[in-house]
């Protein structure tokens, strides 16, 4: 079986490094969801709360949902625009996994009554 870099072990820092392992024969369909993605707002420094929703079709690769939280977490001091965000986690997605086609969904929390949808779609 696949050494995984964090998965079964203690780790306590935000990281970059996705895992993958190879995709089991009848899945055709993978979707995470997560309310816990932060970054920074590149104009005022405050930080933005983030609803994500990661789509995409395996061609021969899963993603390992320890690694992706690492990677979502690693985000949490940098300063983006929802929009440069969803782009950069649908490019660094499908360069890992290859999939036939990747889908990240962004939906900022409402601020100043205003709700941001970003999508953001790769495909081969």
């Known amino acids: 079986m696949k050494e995984f870099k964090y998965l079964g072990k203690r780790v306590n820092k935000p990281s970059k490094q996705l895992d993958t392992f190879p995709k089991p024969k009848n899945i055709t369909q993978v979707m995470f969801e997560g309310e816990e993605l932060t970054c920074l707002c590149p ?3 405050q930080p933005d709360f983030n609803t994500v929703i990661i789509e995409f079709e395996p061609d021969k690769l899963c993603l390992e949902s320890k690694s992706l ?4 977490w690693s985000f949490r001091g940098e300063a983006l625009f929802a929009e440069g965000l969803a782009d950069i986690i649908v490019n660094d997605l499908f360069k890992v996994l290859k999939p036939n ?17 970003a999508v953001a779609e790769k495909r081969r």
């Open 43 to 45: 104009v005022t420094g």
């Open 101 to 117: 086609w990747c889908k990240v969904t962004l939906m900022q929390n409402i601020r100043g009554g205003l709700q941001l949808t």
């Open 69 to 72: 939280k690492l990677y979502l």
